[in-house]
């Protein structure tokens, strides 16, 4: 928003008390206090206060008009201003504000606790700006700066309550919380909008405030472009086509903004693996793609804090390189910014207020954080790809990112493949590696709750012998770097309780040997009890110890 202009259409031009006294004695006689008022709305934004005081004097002593209307009129030409009239209280200076962001924005909203304007083409006076075909974000604190900038010299502005109380009256006028609730699926670019046509391809059209995009990539958009030569990097670096195309969706809505309908909560993905694996190449591609306004670098465990929650709207991508192991991803808040619930903030120094959060959150990292949640709602907001190992020097090429952001065409037709599935489907692949990854995160070393939750299912009829379940949790132990002569009794209790919780299962025996109703390894799991299990049947061979036909029972 441009400033307001101070100067003045026919302006006195004088620069001294002298010559604004001799422009009041140039007037025509009788003296109307009116045509005095006039030369004090000039001479009040070039003097000072005791020039101003000596002025009153000298026009009172030549003009015989009373002190009191002189020192009124100086009080009215310093709150005035030649296009909003007389400025005196914050509603006279909200309403200008307003006045001026309608002038400025063919469309504006105040959403959550910042405003929104949108920039076409024909509000800028056919200057190119980075932002046409998108709505800017103005925070409270960027608008309060604005309004002191506009209006320096007016002493009710120089005070920071009245600044907040004009900024909570222009955000009462304007706010419309639900404005981006329709938003077009889409990404805004610099040569159009890319959405999808009636028959699923892209398409490109012109910008227009009704996409409601609040993210603008500064490049042109190239529906031809090939992207295999992407694709077939991260297939070789990942080795699993789950774990490429759960990447491709969530870059799709992130890009594109698709909300999926059944699996809408999920907005946090990790990457996980060693150094080296190529894990921080999408975070690289995403950060130099983004424009940086849209991008923040919050961590989960500064969540909890309203400063910190602040500058998380209008977020698009919070990007997060590195966690830690030793990292606490709160629970109430991971459930919260997943689910676009409303949630307070509060901006340093500011009052709270309350915003629906869009950001998808991409963080990467050597170990897995901790979330201390047992429920399935926090693994429903979780996205973990895995990556397995640390890629040979070889197999790194430097320029990648550099090479992708150099034709971002390519990754936007990647990922607007991504998007398309994503909406159609309704929900995320899910990788590879993925559960166990998120049950570590919520059980830890606890290798009971890590087997039940992400090998065992339900399955009426079919069983599992508590042998199969011993040997189970030793080979799991192993796989996960744990000590698999910690296994004991208690262990065995612990997923006991959790399958009949959990499944619904029941405990009996056979021949003295106890099983479990109700309940068998998920495909892929079986080797964990021993080479030979029977699916379906629960008859286990080999160091399983069982050899009773328990079919039959």
């Known amino acids: 928003m441009e400033n307001v202009n101070s100067g003045r259409d026919g302006a006195v031009t004088a620069t001294s008390v002298g010559e604004f006294f001799e422009h009041i004695c140039m007037l025509p006689l009788p003296y109307q206090i009116a045509d005095v008022q006039k030369v004090f709305l000039d001479a009040v934004r070039v003097l000072s206060t005791a020039e101003i005081c000596q002025l009153e004097f000298d026009v009172s002593k030549a003009t015989k008009i009373a002190p009191r209307a002189l020192r009124e009129a100086t009080k009215i030409a310093e709150n005035s201003h030649e296009e909003y009239g007389l400025l005196r209280r914050s509603s006279d200076f909200a309403a200008a504000m307003v006045k001026e962001i309608k002038d400025t924005f063919t469309v504006s909203a105040w959403v959550g606790g910042s405003l929104y304007g949108y920039v076409g083409g024909e509000s800028l006076d056919d200057v190119e700006s980075p932002d046409v075909g998108s709505f800017v974000r103005f925070s409270s604190d960027e608008l309060d700066s604005n309004v002191l900038e506009k209006f320096r010299g007016y002493d009710l502005v120089q005070r920071k309550h009245s ?29 159009g909008f890319v959405s999808w046509s009636l028959d699923g391809g892209l398409q490109l059209e012109e910008h227009s405030s009704e996409h409601k995009a609040r993210v603008k990539l500064q490049c042109d958009f190239d529906p031809d472009a090939s992207f295999s030569w992407f694709e077939d990097r991260l297939l070789a670096t ?24 059944k699996d809408e909560a999920r907005r946090m993905c990790l990457l996980v693996g060693p150094q080296n694996s190529g894990k921080s190449t999408l975070l690289s591609i995403m950060q130099g793609l983004l424009p940086p306004q849209s991008i923040d670098s919050i961590p989960p465990d500064e969540w909890g804090q309203e400063k910190y929650r602040a500058k998380l709207e209008g977020v698009a991508l919070n990007v997060v390189p590195e966690l830690g192991g030793n990292m606490l991803v709160p629970a109430v808040h991971l459930k919260k910014l997943g689910s676009l619930e409303p949630i307070t903030a509060r901006r340093l120094y500011g009052n709270p207020f309350t915003f629906r959060p869009i950001a998808r959150h991409l963080f990467a990292t050597n170990e897995l954080p901790r979330i201390p949640d047992k429920s399935n709602a926090s693994g429903r907001r979780l996205l973990c790809v895995v990556f397995q190992r640390s890629l040979r020097p070889d197999e790194v090429d430097p320029d990648f990112v550099s090479k992708v952001l150099h034709e971002p065409s390519a990754f936007i037709n990647w990922a607007a493949e991504g998007a398309k599935r994503l909406a159609q489907s309704k929900c995320f692949t899910i990788p590879a590696g993925h559960e166990q990854a998120a049950a570590i995160m919520q059980h830890g070393d606890d290798v009971a709750a890590i087997l ?39 262990t065995m209790r612990r997923l006991s309780g959790l399958l009949q919780n959990a499944y619904g299962c029941e405990r009996k025996q056979n021949s003295g040997k106890p099983f479990y109703l109700g309940v068998r390894f998920r495909a892929g799991a079986e080797s964990l009890a021993g080479e030979q299990v029977v699916a379906g049947t629960g008859e286990a061979r080999g160091d399983s110890g069982v050899h009773a036909d328990l079919a039959d029972m």
């Open 163 to 191: 600044r907040a109380e004009i900024v909570s009256q222009v955000a009462s006028e304007l706010r419309n919380d639900d404005f981006f609730q329709d938003a077009m699926p889409g990404v805004c670019v610099s040569n």
């Open 238 to 261: 990942l080795n699993d086509l789950s774990k490429v195309k759960s990447l491709q969706e969530f870059a799709g809505s992130i890009l594109f903004d698709v909300q999926p309908e």
């Open 452 to 490: 039940a939750h992400t090998k065992i299912e339900a399955a009426r009829g079919e069983r599992l012998t508590s042998d199969e379940l011993q040997t189970a949790l030793r080979r799991l132990s192993t796989e996960l770097d744990l000590n698999p002569e910690r296994v004991n009794d208690g």
